[in-house]
């Protein structure tokens, strides 16, 4: 009984050792590895300042203009996921949140109220194409005036 | 027995939770801007045919005006001995917006100088192309301010256009 059992260890513990060997060698290796990559869209106002995962977004000065109660802006930007090594080949999902903010303005992420809790941009964006996301701000008349700052923060995770 | 059983659960737990692991990247967006204060001021009545109310360039047409005639629309007209006098009002509205002040300054300015023996009035007072003239130092923002607008004509001013701007201004305490 004793040998029937050391057998299923051994064939359970070979079994394991390629799928682990597979795994590191995914892991290891730069070019099995994700990014995100923003890019300018939309309007291409110049305001977004894309630096590959990082990118800045400056709406510059925000004036109030009309009789509504807020003041509304909205901004389009890309997104690109990339898989080191230039392979298309699957899917991935991309989530975002609001990382801080200083409470000026409120956030709409393709429409959704953006907040601190992670929302699901898409659950399946194809690796290798460019998506395109609307960012709404909006500034209330009440909110003091002064320097507007905001830091969404992306995840992308393969599927 | 029970030992090694255990041991084989946890290699083949193992070996699962190896093919379940995924590859994640992450960005950050960052925005920034500044908000800045603002007023608006609109006009949102007027004797006289009007337009663009509800905007800051506002105009009243009065048509042709005459001391023994009818008053325009949204005038009366008063016979004096010496002059006649259409009056009327303009309701003036300041909004703010990301703005702590809690009223402003109105004031008004003709456009240009009035035509020989013609005066206009805001709150009673004649304006004049060369100074503003205040119509309140406490004005309430998002409430329309009702002023009333004369136009004293002279029996001896000569027959002819009495066109003018009145330029108002408003200014946040």
Known sequence: MKRIMTAVLVLLVSAALPIHAERRRAAAPPEETLSIVFVEAGSSDGSLKAAGSEAWLDLDAVSHQGSSRSTRLRRMFGIRIERAGNATAGTAAIVARLESWDGRAAYRLDGHPLTAAPFVVDAHAAVGTITVHTLDIEVPIEAAAGPLSASLAWEVTSN | ?173
């Open chain 2, 1 to 173: 027995m029970k030992k090694m059983f255990g041991v084989s659960v946890a290699v083949m737990m193992l070996a699962f939770a190896s093919v379940a692991s995924a590859d994640t990247a992450s960005g950050t967006l960052t925005v920034t801007g500044t908000v800045e204060s603002s007023i608006s001021l609109t006009i949102e009545s007027a004797g006289g045919t009007t337009s663009g109310t509800g905007t800051a360039a506002a105009t009243s047409d009065l048509g042709n005006i005459s001391k023994f005639g009818s008053a325009p629309t949204g005038f009366t007209l008063a016979r004096g001995a010496s002059n006649w006098t259409l009056s009327s009002t303009v309701g003036v509205k300041v909004a703010k917006a990301n703005l702590t002040s809690t009223d402003y300054i109105l004031t008004a300015q003709l456009g240009s100088a009035p035509a020989s023996g013609v005066a206009w009035k805001l709150n009673g007072s004649t304006l004049s192309d060369s100074a503003a003239t205040t119509l309140t130092s406490t004005g309430t923002y998002a409430s329309t301010g009702s002023y009333s607008w004369d136009i004293v004509v002279a029996d001896s001013a000569a027959a002819a256009a009495i066109d003018n701007a009145i330029n108002f201004t408003a200014t946040s305490n």
